[in-house]
């Protein structure tokens, strides 16, 4: 083996090892910058975060700052910490960081029914929607290019209080398209669940948190 060929898969690695390292794009662009906390640190804040007694302000700023962490530990952690919380406010929070640190946000359709008692045609299926934009002010998840608007406003869902809605125009098939609505809720936990309707049917709804 050339003394060039081991260079190039020594720099091959390299690469790989620090973009594993990295925090993600969208984590680094929701944090003013990445911060490198002591285990003492990380301890206090997280100890804060799971207090029942602490000040939901108190906690906020400190899951924010867990979420800033460059260690996708401590961040993951934060995130499943702080679903516990006392606050809806916080939770509500929570429930948007979990949402948007998703590169495809999955929507597990359960047993539909439509107006007429039919089963539903897209009774048990996961739904795919890739994240295109966020936008933290407006509480919007895009899930196509939202141009100069805060938000696409065919295809997005939006933090509503202690939940989402959620108004998704999708290509179901070759050709026809058929908006995903409705509004799911969420209190403690991994999972937030609705019902969401699509091509005249309801159906029961679940989205994996983390």
């Not at 944090?31 to 029942?52: G, I, Y």
């Not at 799911?184 to 609705?194: H, L, P």
């Amino acid at each position: 083996m050339t003394r060039l060929t081991i260079m190039t898969r020594f720099t091959a690695l390299l690469i790989a090892a620090l973009l594993l390292a990295a925090p993600p794009l969208r984590a680094q662009a929701q944090c003013a910058q990445m911060n490198d906390f002591t285990r003492d640190e990380t301890r206090q804040l997280m100890s804060l975060l799971v207090a029942p007694e602490a000040d939901p302000l108190d906690q906020l700023f400190a899951f924010e700052d867990l979420m800033c962490s460059v260690s996708p530990v401590v961040r993951n952690m934060a995130l499943k910490a702080g679903a516990t919380s006392g606050s809806a406010d916080v939770r509500s929070q929570i429930l948007f960081r979990a949402l948007s640190q998703q590169q495809i946000i999955r929507v597990e359709l359960g047993e539909g029914r439509a107006g007429d008692g039919t089963a539903g045609e897209y009774s048990n299926r996961i739904l795919n929607m890739p994240v295109e934009a966020v936008n933290d002010v407006a509480g919007c998840i895009s899930f196509q290019p939202p141009g100069k608007a805060t938000c696409n406003q065919t295809h997005h869902l939006m933090l509503m209080g202690p939940g989402i809605r959620v108004f998704n125009r999708m290509k179901m098939d070759s050709s026809r398209w058929y908006t995903l609505n409705g509004d799911m809720t969420y209190s403690f936990g991994d999972t937030i669940d609705g019902e969401l309707s699509l091509k005249g049917a309801v159906y029961p709804a679940t989205i994996r948190l983390f």
